[in-house]
């Protein structure tokens, strides 16, 4: 006979599947991007700035971002004062690595609340395959693919909040939703259409409560802290959300590109996930991304649709016991599965490359790179291009060539790549800047391994 304090074998592999799933989504998450961060894949824009942030809050100091300009507070960029919690742990690792690490645990943790649902609605069967889908979604695996972003915060707190939703749990999905305000200025929409679910479910007055923090926190966030904080005293980005051009409808729903992101969001989820209202929550991140009249926010990459996942497989795992039977639900968990193992294997997804010798080979190139950059001192000012600067801000004051050097600041060494990098400026602007540099006093003290360092 079993004790209390005993649990069947089987019931506790059960209970243990969704931390193995998590553990397993976490080295995968993390291999591929420490991977790509070692290959020299990585760019200023976003993980430079991301830890000139956190080694600012590190140094008990404001995250002031060198590569976005001097004395840049980030904060006058988004709001994300969430990224002060990576700051005891940058202090005991230093270095970009610390960041890509933290962003794969945040997101693998998301998987654990969603295979739990999962095993009450389909069994544990079908949850590890609910689970496995995921975790494998192209909004995660594109997340994970392009360096650091604070929106890895909002994953599992989207998560959590959204299965407590599910399962009736009213003060705890708004104690999770509550935080995605300190994550990202645009996220306090999102929390106030999940105060809505909580009213039309019942629970008026917090429902209530959490719209009115969301919203009057949105308006302090966008209308006066960031206005404050920016160099230019304006919100950087209420260009883009202006009210000209085409008439709302079209603005909304043209180019194709966008019906095309719709249908990778939901195609996944056989589309079932549209029977479930806690969908309405991915309408604010949707409505800013094809609002805007920046092309990078409407199709699949980036990390813009990470905060979408947990959204949309929370939504699925909602609406299967509505619109189908026990052994149904299953089949839809599995055939989950089995769309994202096939999207990996087949469509261009970047944990793809774990599977293949080649995506695990490094180039002697970037060693050599790395020994040529070794040669710039520690704490040095340094001039990089979008290539190269990840590879020093940690132990170095990192601006952005070929914006820096300039006639008001110029730091003592700068680095470019070689062939010349045109991620953030065109060849021939790239090249004018690096045949300017002699008329600022810089000789070349090293050119090797893809890299030119000049010294001045």
Known sequence: MLTTTERPPGRTRVAAAPYVLATALFLAYAAWSLHRHRGIRTSGYDLGIFEQAVRGYAGFGAPVSTLKGPGFNLLGDHFHPVLVLLAPLYRLFPGPVTLLVAQAALIAVSSIPITRLAGRVVGPGAAVSAGT?????????????????????????????????????????????????????????????????????GRRRLGAVTIAVAVGAGLLIVGVILPALHPEHVYAYAGSAGLDGPDPLHRLVLPGVKAHTLLWLLAPTLFLAVRSP???????????????????????????????????????LDALPRVTTMPRARVAAHATCVLAVAATLLAPLPLRGLLTPSGWTVRAEADQLRLALAGIPDG?????????APQLTSRCTVYLF???????????????????????????????????????????VLRTGGVIVFHG
């Not at 890895?152 to 407590?164: E, T």
């Not at 000012?381 to 190269?388: G, I, K, M, Q, Y």
């Not at 700068?414 to 810089?442: R, W």
């Open 133 to 201: 889908a995921y975790g494998m979604s192209w909004g995660l695996q594109s997340a994970v693919d392009f360096d650091f972003h604070e929106v890895a915060f909002a994953v599992p707190m989207l998560a959590f909040s959204l299965v407590a939703v599910a399962e009736r749990r009213w003060m705890a999905a708004a104690g999770w939703a509550l935080p995605l305000i300190a994550v990202k200025e645009d996220l306090p929409a999102t929390v106030a259409v999940i105060g809505l679910l909580l009213v039309l479910r």
């Open 402 to 444: 070929p914006a820096f050097p300039q006639a008001g600041l110029r730091p003592e060494w700068v680095a470019v790549s070689d062939p010349t990098d045109v991620t953030m400026a065109a060849e021939v602007t790239m090249k004018e800047a690096i045949n300017d540099l002699p008329t600022y006093g810089y000789q070349v």
């Open 380 to 388: 040095a000012r340094v001039a990089a291009d979008n290539r190269l």
């Open 278 to 316: 806690l969908l309405l929550v991915a309408a604010p991140t949707l409505a800013w991304r094809f609002w805007s009249t920046n092309p990078a926010y409407w199709g699949t990459g980036y990390q813009y649709s990470a905060v979408l996942m947990p959204i949309v497989f929370v939504a699925f």
